[in-house]
Structures are given as C-alpha cells and as structure tokens.
C-alpha cells in the first residue's frame, strides 16, 4: 500500500512515517509513503532521520493547500493519513490566520484532492480540544463541538469539512480525536519538552494561572497506534475518540517533570494565564476500544522517564531548534 502523510516532519506524524516504515502496524502494509510537509517553524527532517534511507520513503517540501502539488502525488495513494496543521494554541491567541490557512483551508484541498484520486481511505487527524472545556464526566464522539481557541476552533472547522466529504461526496474519511500527547520529536514549545530542556539548561519554568487546569496525557506511540487502527478498520464518516484515562493537573505534570529532572518547585515561575485557557479535558474512547480493540500500552510513569532520558540524550535535535527558532520564554 502507498501512502501519503501530510505534516510527517512534525512530532506526532514523523512518529507515524517512522513506525509505519519499519513494521509496528502490520494492518498497513506501506510498500511506498510519501511526507508531504511544509516545514515550518515546526518542522524538521532530522525527526525523520532514523529512516532516511528506506527507499520506501520520499519527502516532498509543499503546502497542503497547493492543490495541484496534492493531484500529483495522491497518483496510486491507498491511504492519506493528514497531520499537517498549525497546532500551538498561544500561537493561534497572538494570530489566527495561519491557522485558518493551513487547518481549514488546507483540510478542504487535501479532502478534495482525496475525492479527485480516488483514495481509498483518507484519516483525518483531531484532537480533544475540538469539544472545548469539561468540569466532571467525559466527552463521546458525539458531544457537540465547542472550541475555545483559534486553534480549536479551526480543528472543529476541519472536521466539519472531513464529515460533509463524508456524507455529501462519500469520501472514504475517518476523524480521530486524540488527548494531549507525548513523547520524543516534539518541539520545545510544548509543556513536556519545554519544561524537561529548560531544567537541563538549569532554567525555570513557566506554570499559567493557578496550574490546577487537567489534561489527559497519552504516549505518541499509542496515539499513532490508534491511528493505524482506524486507517486499517475504522468506519467512512465516523469519529473515534483516542484516550488514555491519565488525566493530570500541569501542577502533577510539573511535580513528576521536576523529580525526573532532580529539580524543585524554586525552579518554577507562575505567569499569567492564557487568554480563554481550557479547565479540562477529558475523552470517552470506549468506541475504538470496542469496534477496533484499541488499548493503550504505555504507562505514564514508564513513558515520561523515557522521554526525558530522550531529551538528555538528544540535545543535538532540539538545541538548535530551540536556540534557531524560539525566542527565550
Ligand atoms: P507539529 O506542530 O509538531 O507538526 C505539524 C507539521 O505540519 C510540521 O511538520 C509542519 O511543518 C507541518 N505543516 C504545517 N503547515 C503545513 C502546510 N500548510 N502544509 C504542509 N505541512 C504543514 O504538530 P503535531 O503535534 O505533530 O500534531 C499533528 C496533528 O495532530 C495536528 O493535526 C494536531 O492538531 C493533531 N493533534 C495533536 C496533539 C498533540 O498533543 N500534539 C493531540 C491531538 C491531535
């Protein structure tokens, strides 16, 4: 099967291309899978390094949004499986228009140049912040959408889109929903590796508001896993929510990130809070579990101080990302 996976230079799609090319998925069997991916500030080769030399593998530096670019390579795709996104929230708070562009404008051109190919399965990738903020219970596939932030707000927008190709054109399209991942490649914006590479450089961290607000953290290993599963068994037009059930207030997170680093609670700086900050999050993924015998596998514990010995190990990944492409926080 040939594949296209938009946005595989990125943290949970270079994940995806370099599990994929090397066996973990054995529902998708990859004899091609081409990284479609912009490389923007978020984006970097050096994530798809480990299998540069597979000659099933080819990347192709374009936007989603270039319809003809998407025309060409969709020739022969079995299976597109669409990351590409704008997806930092503070960034989407200071503008929202790249977010627009990429995440909605991009999502109809991919979904359109999908119908066009005659793609066999086309996996739409979202993200739990669609539903907005939950104070008690979990949120099912079919709780309506009420974003909060740009970035949110242009998800839902997105997946509006995937299920109208769904229903009005019969597009073979899948939506998954997935918590707040983790794990190695992701860019040192986001709280883990921010906080784990400011500890190591003997920096403090920032912490918003009061640090009560929860998330539930799931292993990018296991996201991806899930994603295999809807691309090889998931239903045309549904939605899948894909959790883990760690739900951490960013005060837990925090504890746990400064006794990995052998750090305490003096390296830690309390800002304001962002603007329209979500209280907490959490998903109901018992559909996946049940039609497709989704489970995740790696305990959070296990799966953090894994990371952070990535971290430690890796500097010459994110020092120059982090030195090159973001201002000091
Ligand atoms: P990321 O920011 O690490 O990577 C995004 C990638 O998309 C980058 O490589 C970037 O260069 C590329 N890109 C951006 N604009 C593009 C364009 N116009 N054309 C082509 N490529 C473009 O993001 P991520 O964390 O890997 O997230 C991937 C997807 O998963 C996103 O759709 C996101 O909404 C979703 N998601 C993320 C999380 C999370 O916790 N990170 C959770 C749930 C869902």
Known sequence: MR???????????????????????????????VVLDKLTYAGTLDSLAPVADDPRLTFVRGDVCDAALLDELLQGVALVVHFAAETHVDRSIESGSDFVMTNVVGTQTVLESALRAGVG??????????YGSIESGSW?????????SPYSASKAAS??????????????????????NYGPYQFPE?????????????????????????????????????IALVAAGGRAGHVYNIGSTTELTNLDLTRALLDISGADWS???FVTDRKGHDRRYSLDFTKITEELGFRPRIPFADGLAAVARWYE?????WEPLKKERLDPV
């Open 159 to 180: 997946d509006l889109l995937a299920l109208a190709f769904a229903r009005t054109h019969g597009l073979p399209v899948s939506i998954t929903r997935c918590s707040n």
């Open 121 to 130: 399965k086309v996996v739409h990738v979202s993200t739990d912040e669609v």
């Open 3 to 33: 594949i296209l996976v938009t946005g595989g230079a990125g943290f949970i799609g270079s994940n995806f291309a370099r599990r994929a090319l090397t066996g973990a998925y054995p529902g998708l069997d990859v004899t091609g899978l």
């Open 190 to 226: 986001k709280v883990i590796p921010l906080f784990l590479t400011h500890l190591m450089e003997g920096r403090t961290v920032p912490l918003y508001g009061d640090g009560r607000h929860v998330r539930e953290w799931i292993h990018v290993d296991d996201h991806c896993l899930g």
């Open 267 to 269: 390296s830690v700086r």
């Open 313 to 317: 190990e890796n500097r010459a990944w």
């Open 140 to 148: 099912t596939e079919s709780h309506p959408l009420e974003p909060n």
